[in-house]
């Protein structure tokens, strides 16, 4: 179940919140019965590490965040072959 925050408009306390989707969102402060504001907080999901690219591919080594050899992305014109690509083939860079 998601965790929403709420923040009191009239004390400023933050509260956390465990709630389902259909369940309805609070309206009164649990500490001084104020109106509460729901807040928009950042994901708590991060992809970390060396190796891995917002399309989801890991380090090949190719220089291209697509796999060498997909969608003609392998080289491109103007490239040592393993070394990346122009961006011409395959859309990267």
């Not at 399309?55 to 014109?77: F, I, L, T």
């Amino acid at each position: 179940m998601p965790i929403y925050e709420y923040e009191c408009l009239q004390c400023k306390e933050v509260i956390e919140a465990v709630q389902k989707f259909s369940d309805a969102p609070m309206t009164t402060c649990p500490h001084c019965s104020g109106e509460l504001k729901k807040l928009i907080s950042s994901s708590s999901f991060l992809l970390k590490g060396g190796g891995w690219y917002a399309d989801g591919y890991s380090s090949s080594g190719s220089g291209c965040g697509k796999a060498a050899g997909k969608n003609g992305c392998g080289g491109g014109e103007g490239t040592k072959k393993g070394t990346g690509c122009s961006g011409s083939a395959c859309g990267c860079s």
